[in-house]
């Protein structure tokens, strides 16, 4: 059992907005909340509707990428938030979304974006510095659901389609940078984190 100390409360958070969401938006509002919260680019923005920047990502098209990205930010946080710790595990997730619908809305032009997956891809970013960088520190054990369905979640998640693989992409380059960011900020603001990082045997 989890106990509270190691209860990935963000990632349960996330999965709760994600599916309350769906929901409410499916059951009740006939896709009203979707319509002001979906993704939407640069070009067919309104004025002052910055705001889908960031609450796209919270959206889901159908029932199966509900589900697909709920089970990924489910295992994903098993493995990471309470190693990284809550706010740099929301920040990166956060970040990587935010600054995603940035750059495709620049490029590209869409009126529906959704899902969570770029922030996902770029917390799998996380997992594989850190583990690179001490694997005592996050063990990846290929014969437990968690590592099992993010590597496939890592896999197959990039042949739904060029968008899909573009996104992706981003939300794994953003994830390696703010990774490298938060690891070079610690080793400047708190020794004794870094040692534990560099140390730590699994527990």
Known sequence: MVGIKHFPLVTFILIF???CLFILDLTIFKGEI????SGKSFDNMQINEWY???TGSFFHQNVL???GNSFAIYFVGIILENKIGRWHFLFIYLTANIGTSIVYS???SYTQGTGASPGIYALIACI????????RFINLDFGNW???YTLIYFILGN???LSGLIVHLLGLSLGSVLTILIINFIKKKDVKALSFINNVDDY
């Open 17 to 19: 907005l994600y599916v």
């Open 34 to 37: 979707l319509e002001w919260g």
């Open 52 to 54: 889908r920047l960031l």
């Open 65 to 67: 990428h509900l589900l």
């Open 106 to 108: 620049k490029i590209f």
């Open 128 to 135: 594989i510095i850190f583990y690179f960088h001490n694997p």
């Open 146 to 148: 968690a590592v099992n």
């Open 159 to 161: 042949f739904i389609g």
